[in-house]
């Protein structure tokens, strides 16, 4: 696979366009239509990824719906992100990596005290309640998440670990919101597993546009 930097900045509006930092949230209101793109700026760095129906935020990413409707657990070109309600909310119109994880959820100090005995100084759970906060969510709407740019491979016996990402710089997904969502990440802190890759936390880039 080419680590060649692919093309960031899409054909259309740019209604914003932010650098998340290593290990920091980030959020953001789009509109029905307006597509998110998500870049990995310099390859195997996870995006825990939430959404929510923004005017009624009850409704809100579901993994099972997600991965029931097409009978697949990983996300790629194609896939429908779906509610609560099982209604689509958003979708991959593009993606250059794929096999995006839907099942291990986000890190926390709790979880990584149980699997390695120590934690890192952030984990994506905090992020969480912290950028949702901002938008008068709580803890409570925290639920498993997508887990763009992390490898999860499952064997046929159902043992799951996190491998070695597949993504490399500047590879992007494209997802369209087919409602008004409140879309929240965290650009994942973990670096005691390969979620992050061999370099630990990175960078990434967020970009909101309106296709012309």
Not at 39 to 66: K, M, S, W
Not at 187 to 212: F, K, M, Q, S, Y
Request: net charge negative; proline share 8%; aromatic share 6%.
């Amino acid at each position: 696979m080419s680590d060649t930097p692919k093309p960031i900045l899409p054909q259309g509006r740019i209604r914003s366009d932010t650098v998340v930092p290593a290990g920091a949230p980030w959020s953001a209101r789009i509109a029905r239509g307006d597509v998110l793109r998500l870049v990995d700026l310099e390859g195997q760095q996870a995006i825990d990824f939430l959404c929510f129906n923004a005017d009624d935020p009850g409704e809100r990413y579901h993994a099972a719906n997600t991965i029931k409707v097409p009978g697949q657990i990983y996300i790629g070109a194609g896939s429908v992100l779906r509610s609560s309600l099982a209604r689509p909310m958003m979708t991959v119109i593009a993606d250059t990596c794929g096999r995006h994880d839907t099942i291990f959820g986000c890190c926390s100090f709790e979880l990584d005290l149980v699997r390695y005995g120590k934690t890192n100084p952030e984990c994506c759970q905090r992020n969480f309640e912290r950028e949702l906060a901002r938008h008068g969510l709580g803890p409570e709407h925290i639920v498993a998440n997508v887990n763009f740019f992390m490898h999860v491979p499952v064997a046929l016996d159902g043992a799951a670990q996190i491998a070695e990402s597949l993504s490399r710089p500047g590879d992007h997904v494209d997802l369209r919101a087919e409602m008004d969502v409140l879309a929240v990440l965290s650009n994942c802190p973990e670096a005691l597993n390969p979620a992050t890759g061999p370099a630990g936390p990175t960078p990434i880039r967020a970009v909101i546009w309106t296709p012309e």
